[in-house]
């Protein structure tokens, strides 16, 4: 995966949320590239910390546009975003210990990760604010 692998299937159609995403994305294929180019455990570590940094910027700046626009999924959503950042500390731990070298395996566990949210939970973020939006 990398940051031009951008579909229009990940679009909610929220400019301010895709492009948080593709930033998202970006970050990533940010750690994808230090896998493959074996940058060393200080380079992963630290494109790892910006990976969370910004899963963690983007989840608050979601919420607060859920809340902002009264989403009734929004708890169910937010509880999803807890275990999306247990996750990502889980990808740190196999990274560390060893178990996932492979920057397919890391592709694979971010595909699942991130890809997945935005297209079946985020995306229902865009449609609710689409049809508030309606007359
Ligand atoms: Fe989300």
Same mark, same amino acid.
């Given at each position: ?6 579909? $229009? ?19 990533? $294929?940010?750690l ?5 180019? $074996? ?9 790892? /910390? ?14 607060a ?10 708890? /169910? ?36 990760w ?22």
């Amino acid at each position: 995966m990398s940051y031009p692998d951008w579909t $229009d299937v990940l679009d909610i159609g929220l400019p301010i949320l895709d492009d948080q995403h593709k930033q998202l994305l970006a970050v990533a $294929d940010d750690l994808l590239n230090a896998i493959a180019r $074996d940058e060393g455990e200080a380079a992963l570590k630290d494109t790892f /910390e910006r990976l969370k940094a910004y899963t963690r910027y983007h989840f608050k700046e979601e919420e607060a546009y859920m809340t902002r626009i009264g989403y009734p999924g929004q708890s /169910e959503h937010s509880a999803e975003h807890v275990l999306l950042l247990i996750r990502v500390n889980t990808l740190w731990r196999l990274i560390e210990s060893g178990q996932i070298v492979s920057p397919k395996g890391i592709s694979l566990f971010i595909n699942d990760w991130i890809v997945e949210h935005i297209m079946h939970k985020d995306a229902m973020i865009g449609e609710y604010a689409r049809a508030l939006r309606q007359p």
